[in-house]
């Protein structure tokens, strides 16, 4: 059960330096336009090493380098703050959160260029707590020797709702979406050997489904991936109900996320059923050593029109493999 206090730091539970928190913020703007853009403000806090990553991305493109995004900045070395609630990074960064796992304001500012990032995000819900099996129906029997199993030794997500405006080179866009958050907190590596497909689609404030899976690589960048469902949930009027179930298939265009089709099955035996398809692609580093294949998509939840995102995480040792396999083919060997 996750508690007012887990959104400050967290004694770290083992001596690892990797130990770790994070806070991410995925939301959008423009969705019902021709352009819309895709934003995500992220920390790593490595609070036994004193030092936090921090990266903010603004996407309205389909891109395979971060630099071609219509904004990017990443910091690997900030100061660590004193408490979670209410910091300030040197990359222009402040949060606060004035009521503990239900209301965060986020303030960003790049002067040089030419951004500001302003929102207030709402919990629509209590925090998904994926290790409490009275919330997740999945949450006994976890693989923790996978390293997202590690850095997910504490971690909820929760939908919530996005309201602020951002302003990109004297474009001033208004936020107002029904989105995905989520905190974690454990032994975070540098090196990621297990994948994670982390996905959400909103209807809005009375509909919304979010769902983690696995996947393998085997196909390659441009083959399709089965999905095994390892966490999840559906909020459906005010109602949160834990994935018993789930699968699917996502189309791949350089292990980007084109085309994905999943069904899961509620805690009550209700099948949800989604298709999403992408509006953008951007390669997120939360990490140097793992890529987030991340696309904003258009779904189509319970018959009804949804967005939100879709984010796979491969290492950079399992990329490697990858496109070896690749080029070894293309060479005949």
Wanted: aromatic share 10%; proline share 6%.
């Amino acid at each position: 059960m996750i508690r007012p206090e887990d959104a400050q730091f967290h004694a770290p539970t083992s001596d690892d330096p990797l130990w770790a928190e994070t806070n991410y913020f995925g939301l959008y703007a423009g969705q019902d336009t021709d352009r819309p853009m895709n934003i995500g403000v992220y920390g790593l806090f490595r609070e036994p090493l004193g030092v936090v990553g921090s990266t903010v991305s603004v996407n309205s493109r389909r891109v395979t380098m971060p630099w071609a995004a219509d904004y990017w900045d990443a910091w690997e070395h900030l100061v660590a703050p004193a408490s979670l609630l209410d910091y300030s990074l040197a990359n222009g960064l402040h949060v606060v959160c004035s009521e503990p796992n239900k209301v965060w304001d986020v303030d960003y500012s790049d002067a040089a260029a030419d951004l500001e990032l302003h929102f207030r995000y709402t919990a629509l819900m209590e925090p998904y707590d994926i290790n409490d099996p009275d919330q997740d129906p999945r949450a006994a029997g976890r693989d923790m020797d996978k390293t997202w199993g590690h850095a997910y030794a504490g971690h909820f997500d929760q939908t919530g709702h996005f309201e602020g405006e951002i302003r990109l080179r004297g474009i001033t866009t208004p936020i107002d979406c029904v989105s995905t958050m989520d905190h974690s907190w454990g032994v975070r590596a540098e090196r990621q050997t297990s994948r994670l497909s982390w996905m959400h689609a909103h209807v809005g404030p009375d509909l919304a489904l979010h769902a983690l899976f696995d996947f393998d690589t085997a196909n390659g960048p441009d083959g399709p991936s089965p999905l095994t469902m390892t966490h999840g949930y559906v909020l459906d009027n005010g109602v949160v109900r834990g994935l018993a179930s789930g699968s699917g298939e996502t189309t791949r265009s350089g292990l980007y996320p084109e085309h994905v089709e999943i069904s899961v099955s509620d805690a009550e035996g209700r099948t949800w059923e989604a298709v999403g398809d992408a509006l953008t692609t951007f390669p997120w580093q939360s990490q140097p050593g793992v890529v987030g294949h991340n696309a904003l998509l258009r779904w189509t939840l319970d018959g009804r029109t949804a967005h939100g995102e879709c984010m796979d995480f491969v290492g950079m040792g399992e990329l490697g493999r990858v496109y070896d396999r690749v080029h070894a083919a293309a060479a005949g060997v």
